[in-house]
């Protein structure tokens, strides 16, 4: 290993394109690195100039596939998504979906490591063909010290800035206003739960290719006079409407490792998700799960009316901010990143010394 730092440049888009999660990882990764590990890292963002030892590569963009050719550099790859987990967020034909899938899956076969952010996605991706032993779990992180809880009066204060009661019990959950995000379901529970205030926070990012967009769209804009949609919120304002929710509610049918949960956790609040396999692995039951309307209804309204089980649900929510600490995390990408730098350059020394058998035995 050499002396000196090694020189990581992050490549992303992320930011162009407000209220993704893809951004706030993104932001809350690269934060993460260049805090905890700069004994170790030089960490630069989009530098197409200067070279790097390692190159991580935050989204898809095929200027980012074509930098990944850089074969003497250690190429990193985040998987945010698959294909699939594509249908019920934007509406293209099916063609182009074909010749996009193509192309997403062509990317992460380029890198020499992938990175998920849920297990789950591994064997989806040996499936396509990537070998097992590229692909390397390393979840999510959320800072403590910009996703926390504000005192009593603090969080009244703020009650009343978005014009709600002390006494008012919210429902809250944050995305981009698609299909797949559930927030037709959202609103349906709302309709069953009057007396309940639900809050959206996000908007349409993709604008009018977003799935759905007409019918949501009209959901928006007239919506029960229990449910707020506030549109895209910038991140740091985001540990404001934390600390006036009560209870993350998210219907999603597809997600990854969604950021909302893990600023959600940071403040204690009690979850309320759909039954998806893929929080089995990283969120280890702590979290009350339903398969309908019927059932998210039944479980937000025990959380209303039971303050036992809130509480319970609050701890269970603490445990998973617990879990995922800073520290665990970072320790993670430190021994990755050195593990990958080294494996590239053993591979391209082997490589160097095989050219030279072949020319020596001509």
């Given at each position: 290993m050499k002396d000196k730092k090694l020189r990581i440049i992050m490549y992303s888009s992320a930011d162009k394109v407000a209220g993704q999660g893809v951004g706030s990882a993104y932001e809350e990764q690269v934060r993460l690195i260049k805090e905890g590990a700069s004994d170790l890292f030089d960490v630069e963002i989009n530098n197409w100039t200067k070279k790097p030892d390692i190159q991580h590569f935050h989204t898809v963009d095929p200027t980012f596939y074509a930098k990944m050719?850089?074969?003497?550099?250690?190429?990193?790859?985040?998987?945010?998504?698959?294909?699939?987990?594509?249908?019920?967020?934007?509406?293209?034909?099916?063609?182009?979906?074909?010749?996009?899938s193509s192309y997403v899956v062509s990317f992460y076969k380029s890198a020499d490591r992938l990175v998920?952010?849920?297990?789950?996605?591994?064997?989806?991706?040996?499936?396509?063909?990537?070998?097992?032993?590229?692909?390397?779990?390393?979840?999510?992180?959320?800072?403590?010290?910009?996703?926390?809880?504000?005192?009593?009066?603090?969080?009244?204060?703020?009650?009343?800035?978005?014009?709600?009661?002390?006494?008012?019990?919210?429902?809250?959950?944050?995305?981009?206003?698609?299909?797949?995000?559930?927030?037709?379901?959202?609103?349906?529970?709302?309709?069953?739960?009057?007396?309940?205030?639900?809050?959206?926070?996000?908007g349409f990012s993709f604008g009018k290719i977003t799935d759905g967009y007409e019918e949501l769209k009209r959901v928006q804009e007239n919506p029960?006079?229990?449910?707020?949609?506030?549109?895209?919120?910038?991140?740091?304002?985001?540990?404001?409407?934390?600390?006036i929710a009560d209870v993350l509610f998210m219907p999603s049918y597809n997600e990854l490792f969604p950021m909302t949960i893990l600023e959600a956790v940071n403040l204690h609040v009690p979850l309320v998700l759909r039954d998806l396999d893929l929080y089995k692995d990283i969120l280890f039951d702590h979290y009350l799960k339903g398969d309908n309307n019927t059932e998210f209804k039944e479980k937000i309204e025990s959380l209303y009316k039971d303050k036992e089980l809130y509480a319970q649900y609050q701890n269970e929510s603490k445990a998973i901010s617990d879990f995922y600490s800073k520290e665990h995390v970072l320790s993670m990408w430190r021994e990755f990143y050195l593990s990958a730098y080294k494996e590239k350059q053993d591979a391209l020394l082997a490589k160097k010394k095989n050219k030279k058998k072949k020319k020596k035995n001509k």
């Open positions: 050719q850089d074969k003497k550099a250690c190429n990193i790859a985040y998987c945010h998504f698959l294909p699939d987990t594509l249908e019920g967020s934007i509406n293209i034909p099916n063609y182009a979906m074909k010749v996009f998920v952010v849920n297990p789950s996605f591994i064997d989806d991706l040996v499936d396509f063909g990537i070998p097992r032993e590229r692909i390397y779990y390393i979840p999510n992180y959320v800072s403590k010290d910009e996703f926390y809880k504000k005192s009593r009066q603090a969080r009244k204060q703020l009650r009343e800035h978005f014009g709600f009661k002390e006494n008012d019990f919210i429902v809250f959950d944050a995305g981009q206003v698609q299909t797949r995000k559930g927030v037709l379901d959202f609103v349906e529970v709302a309709e069953q739960l009057p007396d309940i205030q639900f809050v959206w926070a996000g029960p006079k229990n449910v707020h949609f506030l549109g895209i919120v910038p991140r740091e304002q985001m540990n404001d409407l934390y600390n």
